[in-house]
């Protein structure tokens, strides 16, 4: 039986992403003993728990929650799923910045960080270890695990073209990304860009899109009640959905707003802190409308109330390589899809309209508008045929069919 040690960029919790609903599907395959989900770490040192003193994070500022990770407790999360927070600094027992980069004690801190995993997993059902890497940052994992049947990494995107990075040099990311593809047994690339790479580098490269759940939004092509932060709005709505991040094409949709008064412009979704200038002078045109985050379980009344969803994105190295899961989304529920043509689109042309510049943006907002109902079923079918369990499915399989080199062919590859 499998152990999957599952790296994850996000916290659990969000099943419209595809780091954790990944997870969850792969719990469910029958060979799939425990899946040990590791969140993003924290930077919580004895002191600062002590002070009670905690850096925002995905978790909550009290001693409990930083407790257990620093003392390597995971929580169970759903049958076979435990999720996991560690620590980078444990020590030493300070809040200086510049003591705690230091090489040997980010090493030290690196150690104690992945012997805190070792433990866990110790106590976790499987006998056979699967490594799962999602982000260059992990690429430390490959020599903290060796004694493992598999590494596997889930390549989403070109992470050295974003704006804001966890790094001051952008070549270490690009250098640790690199270390993955060629160290890892099997690469599953989000897009035809990163398979490109991907495959140049490693032979065992798969691609893997990204999917959605219609059984939960396909609600939204259905009648029934609107969010009502929406429902008074003058109409048309034209909608989003995701990040409000570096992605958005900010000056088109200001265009776009200012060209057209009497449309109501909503983007649901979180607001990046370091893009809050640009949507601050967005909102004083009146009709543009940020709603910030809602849980995945919460955003059908919204995606009903859109009459257009849009995918406003830049045209850039970052979204040249990626393969948007709002795309998808928006695919279950039936309605028209205006977009730039970004990585992805090019996928379902037949039912996305694609249009660079404001003019021919808005020229095919209104053509969805005056006669794109009947592409509806189309759409909703794309939708079904991109689920979030078929894509785990297909990529399970490419797991269990790659060579196991010269040794004996583990017994849960045969199930």
């Given at each position: 039986?499998?152990k999957l040690l599952y790296f994850s960029g996000n916290e659990w919790g969000n099943m419209g992403r595809r780091k954790p609903r990944l997870a969850h ?19 919580t040192s004895i002191l600062d728990l002590a002070r009670g003193r905690f850096e925002a994070s995905h978790l909550a500022r009290t001693r409990r929650d ?41 090493r030290l801190n690196e150690s104690l960080y992945y012997a805190g995993i070792r433990r866990t997993l110790r106590a976790l059902p499987g006998e056979h ?287």
């Amino acid at each position: 039986m499998i152990k999957l040690l599952y790296f994850s960029g996000n916290e659990w919790g969000n099943m419209g992403r595809r780091k954790p609903r990944l997870a969850h599907e792969f719990a469910r395959q029958p060979d799939v003993a425990s899946v040990l989900y590791v969140e993003p770490p924290v930077a919580t040192s004895i002191l600062d728990l002590a002070r009670g003193r905690f850096e925002a994070s995905h978790l909550a500022r009290t001693r409990r929650d930083h407790a257990n990770a620093l003392l390597s407790r995971p929580r169970q999360v759903e049958d076979n799923v435990w999720a996991y927070t560690g620590s980078t600094k444990t020590i030493p027992l300070t809040r200086l910045k510049a003591m705690r980069q230091l090489s040997g004690l980010r090493r030290l801190n690196e150690s104690l960080y992945y012997a805190g995993i070792r433990r866990t997993l110790r106590a976790l059902p499987g006998e056979h270890l699967i490594l799962w890497l999602s982000h260059p940052l992990h690429a430390g994992a490959l020599a903290a695990f060796r004694r493992r049947e598999l590494a596997c990494y889930d390549w989403t995107d070109d992470w050295a073209a974003f704006d804001i990075l966890p790094v001051e040099d952008p070549a270490e990311i690009i250098a640790l990304n690199d270390r993955i593809l060629r160290q890892a047994d099997l690469i599953f690339a989000v897009s035809a860009e990163l398979e490109r790479r991907a495959a140049a580098v490693n032979p065992h490269t798969h691609r893997a899109p990204n999917a959605t759940d219609p059984e939960k939004l396909g609600r939204a092509a259905t009648d029934g009640p609107v969010a009502p932060e929406l429902a008074d709005l003058p109409r048309p709505i034209i909608g989003y959905l995701g990040q409000v991040a570096d992605k958005m094409d900010y000056e088109l949709i200001g265009q776009i707003a200012r060209a057209r008064p009497a449309w109501s412009f909503v983007f649901v979704g979180p607001v990046w802190s370091s893009k809050r200038d640009q949507i601050a002078a967005l909102e004083t045109l009146g009709n543009v409308h940020f709603l910030g985050a809602r849980p995945f379980d919460q955003l059908v009344p919204y995606l009903r109330g859109f009459d257009v969803c849009t995918l406003p994105h830049v045209l850039s190295l970052l979204t040249r390589s990626m393969d948007p899961i709002k795309l998808y989304d928006y695919l279950a529920t039936g309605k028209p899809i205006v977009s730039t043509p970004v990585a992805g689109v090019e996928r379902f042309t037949d039912v996305v309209q694609a249009a660079d510049g404001h003019h021919a943006f808005i020229t095919a907002i209104e053509t969805a508008l005056a006669k794109d109902g009947t592409l509806r079923e189309q759409r909703l079918a794309y939708a079904r045929a991109n689920t979030w369990p078929a894509r785990a499915e297909q990529m399970w399989q490419a797991i269990k069919e790659h060579p196991s080199d010269a040794k004996p062919t583990p017994s849960w590859k045969n199930r």
